[in-house]
Nanobody
């Protein structure tokens, strides 16, 4: 059983910042790409950001470009999502996932339970 543990969510006012973390305790995923997804109430899950195994390639949804930054620390088996200039429409449950490949564009095999992000206006 692969466990991904997200943290860092919470309640923040519009314009504020949060930093999400996703740790994979006991496992090494340094060779795999990782991603962040989100799902708001009544909406389908959507892609937010992804990062390749070595951090050299990243991808972002248009809605978060310029505001969110994905990064990783392979020594800590952790991926981060720095979220700045938050908007009420960013409110959602954010989940991290581990890809089946080292680069971007592969399917995601393992998922975390998610952390709630709520942005008030």
């Amino acid at each position: 059983q692969v466990q991904l543990v997200e943290s860092g969510g919470g309640l923040v006012q519009a314009g504020g910042s949060l930093r999400l973390s996703c740790a994979v305790p006991g496992r090494t995923f340094s060779g795999y790409a990782m991603g962040w997804f989100r799902q708001a109430p009544g909406k389908e899950r959507e892609f937010v950001a992804a990062i390749s195994w070595n951090g050299r390639s990243t991808s972002y949804a248009d809605s978060v470009k310029g505001r969110f930054t994905i990064s990783r620390d392979n020594a800590k088996n952790t991926v981060y999502l720095q979220m700045n200039s938050l908007k009420p429409e960013d409110t959602a449950v954010y989940r991290c996932a581990v890809s089946s490949g080292s680069g971007l564009g592969y399917r995601y095999d393992y998922w975390g339970q998610g952390t709630q992000v709520t942005v008030t206006s």
